[in-house]
Every structure is written in structure tokens, then in C-alpha cells.
């Protein structure tokens, strides 16, 4: 059993895409263990993408992701972190495969609707950062 975090962005929460994606997770086997809304602050923000900070999109990505409410939910499921990664598709979303998240509800490559933890040390990270150390 693996933890990992979704992570449901400013562009999606505003299209009032929350339900509409907790019913894909749950639709596909994942556990749903908590669920948190916030607003990031730039500091958080960018510890948060720390691993993009030296990328030519980095303060757009802080622009982007501290413009509105960002919606953290804790899921858990047999190998949850590369499960939920094929469930969320490219990040690119024309890119993604049909039926994917991104492919939903993405609109570019940066508003694209939703975050996944890509390892499964990310997600103890990102985990942290939204829910403490309890995870
Ligand atoms: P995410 O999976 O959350 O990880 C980093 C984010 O940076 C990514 O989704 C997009 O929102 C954004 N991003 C990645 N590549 C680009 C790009 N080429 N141009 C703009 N934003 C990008």
C-alpha cells in the first residue's frame, strides 16, 4: 500500500471540477484518506516546486499556483504514486491520453488541472506540506 497526493489546481477548482475528480478517483480504486483546501503563499509555493526552480516557467508556475485555491487530497491504494500518475496523464494536456484528468480538465500545459507526486519521496514531501507529518 502506497500514499500519495493529488493535488487539484487554481484552473480546475474555478471550473468547479472538485467533485467531478474525486468521483475519478474513486472510480478507479483509490482510497481517498483526507482531503484539504488552501491557499499556497509564494514561500510555500515555491518550496512546494522546489525541483523547478531553476526552469524558465518557474515564477509563471508561482504566479499560477498562488492565484486561488489549490485542493490537496490524500490517496492510497497498491502502487498509488505510478497508478495515479496514468490516471492524471501528460502534462501536456493535448498530449494526454483520452480519458485522463489532464485530458478533461487541463487547458495548457500550465493550467493543467491537477499535480501528482512523481516518486514516492515526493509524495512524503508533498504529503508534509499539505497534511504535516501524520500521513
Ligand atoms: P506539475 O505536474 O504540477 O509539475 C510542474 C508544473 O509546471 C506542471 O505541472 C505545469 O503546471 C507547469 N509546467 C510544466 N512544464 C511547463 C511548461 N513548459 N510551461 C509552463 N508550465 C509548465
Given at each position: 500500500m502506497q500514499?500519495?497526493?493529488?493535488?487539484i489546481k487554481p484552473d480546475a477548482v474555478e471550473k468547479r471540477a472538485i467533485g467531478r475528480i474525486i468521483n475519478m478517483l474513486e472510480e478507479n480504486g483509490f482510497k481517498?484518506?483526507?482531503?484539504?483546501?488552501?491557499?499556497?503563499?509564494?514561500?510555500?509555493a515555491e518550496k512546494f516546486y522546489e525541483v523547478h526552480?531553476?526552469?524558465e516557467f518557474f515564477s509563471s508556475l508561482?504566479?499560477?499556483i498562488?492565484?486561488?485555491?489549490?485542493?490537496?487530497?490524500?490517496?492510497?491504494?497498491?502502487?498509488?504514486?505510478?497508478?495515479?500518475?496514468e490516471l492524471v496523464g501528460a502534462t501536456d494536456p493535448r498530449k494526454?491520453?483520452?480519458?485522463?484528468?489532464?485530458?478533461v480538465f487541463g487547458e495548457s500545459i500550465e493550467r493543467n488541472a491537477v499535480h501528482a507526486s512523481d516518486s514516492p519521496?515526493?509524495?512524503d514531501k508533498e504529503l508534509s506540506l499539505f497534511f504535516g507529518h501524520e500521513h
Open positions: 500514499r500519495t497526493l493529488l493535488m481517498i484518506i483526507s482531503i484539504k483546501s488552501k491557499v499556497f503563499t509564494k514561500e510555500e526552480k531553476d526552469k508561482i504566479d499560477y498562488t492565484s486561488g485555491m489549490v485542493v490537496g487530497i490524500m490517496v492510497e491504494g497498491d502502487n498509488a504514486v505510478s497508478k495515479l500518475r494526454a491520453r483520452a480519458g485522463t484528468i489532464r485530458a519521496e515526493s509524495a
